[in-house]
């Protein structure tokens, strides 16, 4: 899936519309990514406990 916007440092839009909060530890990651970057989708098996909703994990495909 690619990016379709990162204006602002902590949100992510992906090609399908999504929008993706990112963690603040990550920041410096993402701001590298590109639009032409694929990234890859993957939940969390299990909530962690004080969490409201399961982690997601968006990962560039090697490539």
Same mark, same amino acid.
């Given at each position: 899936?690619?990016?379709?916007?990162?204006?602002?440092?902590?949100?992510?839009? @992906?090609?399908?519309?999504?929008?993706?909060?990112?963690? *603040? #530890?990550?920041?410096?990651?993402?701001?590298?990514?590109? $639009?032409?970057?694929? @990234?890859?989708?993957?939940?969390?098996?299990?909530?962690? *406990? #004080?969490?409201?909703?399961?982690?997601?994990?968006?990962? $560039?495909?090697?490539?």
């Amino acid at each position: 899936m690619k990016i379709r916007s990162h204006s602002e440092s902590h949100i992510v839009e @992906l090609e399908d519309g999504s929008k993706w909060q990112v963690f *603040p #530890g990550d920041l410096d990651l993402t701001l590298a990514w590109k $639009p032409e970057t694929d @990234l890859a989708v993957a939940v969390a098996d299990a909530i962690p *406990p #004080g969490a409201a909703e399961a982690p997601i994990c968006l990962q $560039p495909i090697p490539g």
